[in-house]
Every structure is written in structure tokens, then in C-alpha cells.
Nanobody, 127 residues
Framework: QVQLVESGGGLVQAGDSLRLSCAASGGTFSSYTMAWFRQAPGKEREFVAAVSRGGASTTYADSVKDRFTISRDNAKNTLYLQMNSLKPEDTAAYYC????????????????????WGQGTQVTISS
């Protein structure tokens, strides 16, 4: 099974950019559909973006569409989330997640579809 470790979080100002990484080990990374979720204090963990096994297909939550870009490098076993035009409401712990199952796009929004999770990295946006 795959192990996931996020990095790249931090404290930035509104309007800044940040890139998160998720390093995978212990499994065949290219066999997993991957996603980013986030969880703000007192709120449920919510879907941010997902990418297909080969990286050609992506889907985003409306709240981050046109600002965030999910990508993956299967040769490096790494998932990325490029976050631009950050807003204070983007403040949250960000988690990468993976599944070996194949789901329709709509089902990728649900966290119970993912079997593997990282420990999270904190992103804080100051106004």
C-alpha cells in the first residue's frame, strides 16, 4: 500500500501563491487516482481537486477552479497542488489522498472513496 507525505504548507498573504507536494512511497503511484482535500477548523474535510492516474484528467471544486492546479509526476511519485490568488478562506490543513479504485468524476468528491491519506500540511492565508 502507498504512504503519502505532504509538504509545502506555510503562512502567506492574500494574493500570494503556494505549491504543495505529496510524496508517495510503497506502492505503484501511477495506479492511484489522487486528490487533495482540505479541512478548516470546525469544518468538515472538503474536496479540492482530483487527477486521473495518468494525469490527463482533472476536476476541481468550484471554490478553487481557475486558481488552483492539480498535477502529478508519476516518474517522481509526486502529486502537486499549485495554489494562486490565495484567499483567507483557503486557510486549512491540506491532505492528499489516493485510491486504486476507478470512480466516475462525481464520486471523486467524496472522501470515503479514498483509501490512503497523508498527515496533512497547514496552509494559512493572512488578509
Amino acid at each position: 500500500q502507498v504512504q503519502l507525505v505532504e509538504s509545502g504548507g506555510g503562512l502567506v498573504q492574500a494574493g500570494d501563491s503556494l505549491r504543495l507536494s505529496c510524496a508517495a512511497s510503497g506502492g505503484t503511484f501511477s495506479s492511484y487516482t489522487m486528490a487533495w482535500f482540505r479541512q478548516a477548523p470546525g469544518k468538515e474535510r472538503e474536496f479540492v481537486a482530483a487527477v486521473s492516474r495518468g494525469g490527463a484528467s482533472t476536476t476541481y471544486a468550484d471554490s478553487v477552479k481557475d486558481r488552483f492546479t492539480i498535477s502529478r509526476d508519476n516518474a517522481k511519485n509526486t502529486l502537486y497542488l499549485q495554489m494562486n490568488s490565495l484567499k483567507p478562506e483557503d486557510t486549512a490543513a491540506y491532505y492528499c489522498a489516493g485510491t486504486r479504485n476507478l470512480y466516475s468524476t462525481g464520486r471523486l468528491y467524496y472522501r470515503d472513496k479514498y483509501d490512503y491519506w497523508g498527515q496533512g500540511t497547514q496552509v494559512t492565508i493572512s488578509s
